[in-house]
């Protein structure tokens, strides 16, 4: 079982610049993944961004949405099983509530990132971007 705590959502104004953390229990297996969600209301969850995590190794490829590719980035901190999104450059469209959500035993898809190819979520931190 992996437990994911999310933190850093805040108010901005468009422009802006927020970190998003998403710390995991454990990481449990030697490869994974881990993504980020949004969801908006009246809008579909998104997939925003998803590193793959080997243990023991730096880097790890990296997806990005197309809305976010440029504005946003997604990096790591293994021995604090966390990883993080810069988001910079933020747009009223980038308001949401952004979720992690963790695969285990298995790399990142190639994109489209889909919901379904992950096991656990966090409970998601709220981001909102007033123009």
């Known amino acids: 079982q992996v437990h994911l705590v999310e933190s850093g959502g805040d108010s901005v104004q468009a422009g802006g610049s927020l970190r998003l953390s998403c710390a995991a229990s454990?990481?449990?297996?030697?490869?994974?993944?881990m993504g980020w969600f949004r969801h908006a209301p009246g809008k579909e969850r998104e997939a925003v961004a998803a590193?793959?995590?080997?243990?023991?190794?730096?880097?790890?490829?990296?997806f990005y949405a197309d809305s976010v590719l440029g504005r946003f980035s997604i990096s790591r901190d293994d021995d604090k099983y966390t990883v993080y999104l810069q988001m910079n450059s933020l747009e009223p469209g980038d308001t949401g509530m952004y979720y992690c959500?963790?695969?285990?035993?298995?790399?990142?898809?190639?994109?489209?990132?889909?919901?379904?190819?992950?096991?656990?979520w966090g409970q998601g931190t709220q981001v909102t971007v007033s123009s």
């Open positions: 959500a963790f695969r285990s035993g298995a790399w990142c898809n190639a994109p489209p990132i889909r919901a379904d190819d992950f096991h656990y």
């Open positions: 454990d990481y449990i297996s030697v490869v994974n993944c």
């Open positions: 590193v793959n995590i080997r243990i023991g190794h730096n880097g790890g490829s990296t």
